[in-house]
Nanobody, 126 residues
Framework: QVQLVESGGGLVQAGGSLRLSCAAS????????MGWFRQAPGKEREFVAA????????RYADSVKDRFTISRDNAKNTVYLQMNSLKPDDTAVYYC???????????????????WGQGTQVTVSS
């Protein structure tokens, strides 16, 4: 059983930056591909970014490409999401998720993931 705990959310002005962290415990972290999703009020959960077990491969939603960067530190059992040039549309609860090694084809699909964190709120003011 893997436990995931997100941190780093908060309130930021448009154009600002935040870095989210997701600390994993209870499993072999490097066995898992990791993803970030977000959910705004009244909207479905949507894919943001994902990274392979060794960090060698990443994927991004078109809406965040060139603004967000996903990375991981397997020595610290942590995955990060660096968010730059934030927009009000980025306001959402951000969740990290873990899945044992699987094809990157499936990374953007929420049902692919086995474990989820509780989420961290990101609010971007205009």
């Amino acid at each position: 059983q893997v436990q995931l705990v997100e941190s780093g959310g908060g309130l930021v002005q448009a154009g600002g930056s935040l870095r989210l962290s997701c600390a994993a415990s209870g499993g072999t972290f490097k066995s898992y591909a990791m993803g970030w999703f977000r959910q705004a009020p009244g909207k479905e959960r949507e894919f943001v970014a994902a990274i392979s077990w060794n960090g060698g491969s990443t994927r991004y939603a078109d809406s965040v490409k060139d603004r967000f960067t996903i990375s991981r530190d397997n020595a610290k059992n942590t995955v990060y999401l660096q968010m730059n040039s934030l927009k009000p549309d980025d306001t959402a609860v951000y969740y990290c998720a873990a899945v044992q090694k699987t094809s990157s084809f499936f990374w953007s699909r929420a049902p692919t993931y086995d474990y989820w964190g509780q989420g961290t709120q990101v609010t971007v003011s205009s």
